[in-house]
C-alpha cells in the first residue's frame, strides 16, 4: 500500500508546523532591548537556537519543561544581538508582545497549498496543539483554520502532548481508527513518540535534518503531498 492510501486523516502540530515566529514582529519587539539583527538574520537565529533545543530533547527533557524553553529563548535572543545583560528584559518584552497578539503568525509559503491538495486528495485534516487556550483563534487570523474539521487545544482539554489521551480524544472525535491516522509534527519526545504510541504514524517537519535516521521526516509542510504520493496536479 502506498503511503497515500494508508491514511484516512491527517493531524497536525502548529508552532514550528502549520505557523512559525514572526521575525519581523520579533525584530521589533527586541530592537529596545538592544537587538540589532534583521529579518533574515532572526530567521537563522531561530533556527539555531531550535537545534540546541531539539539536543535538549535529545539529552532526556521531554519538550513540556520550561526550563528547555527558557533556554531556547534566551539562545535566539543571544544571536539576535541582544547584549547578555539584558536578556532578561527581552524575555519580559516577548511575554509582553505574545501575551497581547499571538508570535507565531508567520506560515510558509505552500503550507496553504499543501492542505489544499490534502482535502482535495479526501483526507480529513484536524490539530492537535500544545497551546494556551487561542491556538483556534490564530489559525483563523491567519486564514488556515476552515481547512481543519476542528482543533485541539491542550489548554481546553486539560492534557498535552506527548500524553496519549490527547491523541486519543481527536481520535475518538474523528471516529476512526488510530491506525488510519497520520500525525504531522516537529519534535521527536512530543510529536512523534506520543502519536506512535496512540496508535498513530507521524512524520515530522525537519527543516534542520535532525531526525532522519529515527523518524519519518520532511524539510517544510509543503512537501506532505508528495511524501503521500499525492501525484502533481491532483
Keep these: 500500500m502506498t503511503e497515500a492510501g494508508r491514511y484516512s486523516a491527517i493531524l497536525f502540530d502548529a508552532g514550528n508546523t502549520l505557523v512559525h515566529l514572526d521575525a519581523r514582529r520579533l525584530r521589533d519587539v527586541l530592537r529596545p532591548a538592544g537587538a540589532s539583527t534583521e529579518v533574515e538574520e532572526i530567521r537563522r537565529s531561530e533556527l539555531e537556537a531550535r537545534r540546541l533545543l531539539h539536543e535538549a530533547l535529545g539529552a532526556g527533557h521531554v519538550g513540556t519543561e520550561p526550563e528547555v524553553w527558557h533556554g531556547y529563548f534566551m539562545e535566539l535572543f543571544r544571536r539576535a544581538g541582544v547584549?547578555?545583560?539584558?536578556?532578561?528584559?527581552?524575555?519580559?518584552?516577548?511575554?509582553?508582545?505574545?501575551?497581547?497578539?499571538?508570535?507565531?503568525?508567520w506560515v510558509e509559503e505552500g503550507t496553504a497549498w499543501a492542505l489544499d491538495c490534502l482535502r482535495e486528495a479526501g483526507y480529513r485534516l484536524a490539530v492537535?496543539?500544545?497551546?494556551?487556550?487561542?491556538?483556534?483563534?490564530?489559525?483563523?487570523?491567519?486564514g488556515l483554520a476552515a481547512r481543519f474539521e476542528f482543533v485541539v487545544d491542550s489548554e481546553v482539554v486539560g492534557f498535552e502532548k506527548p500524553d496519549r489521551r490527547i491523541f486519543d480524544y481527536a481520535v475518538t472525535?474523528?471516529?476512526?481508527?488510530?491506525?488510519?491516522?497520520?500525525?504531522?509534527?516537529?519534535?521527536?519526545?512530543?510529536?512523534?513518540?506520543?502519536?506512535t504510541r496512540a496508535g498513530m504514524a507521524c512524520v515530522l517537519v525537519d527543516p534542520l535534518g535532525l531526525h532522519a535516521s529515527r523518524a519519518p521526516t520532511i524539510s517544510t509542510l509543503a512537501a506532505l503531498p508528495q511524501f503521500l504520493g499525492i501525484p502533481a496536479g491532483s
Excluded at 83 to 105: F, I, K, M, N, Q
Excluded at 128 to 142: K, M
Excluded at 180 to 190: E, I, M, R
Design 128 to 142: 492537535i496543539s500544545n497551546a494556551d487556550g487561542r491556538v483556534e483563534g490564530l489559525l483563523q487570523e491567519v
Design 173 to 195: 472525535r474523528l471516529g476512526v481508527p488510530a491506525d488510519a491516522c497520520l500525525y504531522v509534527g516537529d519534535l521527536l519526545t512530543v510529536d512523534y513518540r506520543g502519536a
Design 83 to 105: 547584549p547578555e545583560d539584558r536578556l532578561s528584559e527581552a524575555g519580559r518584552l516577548l511575554e509582553r508582545a505574545h501575551a497581547e497578539s499571538h508570535l507565531w503568525t
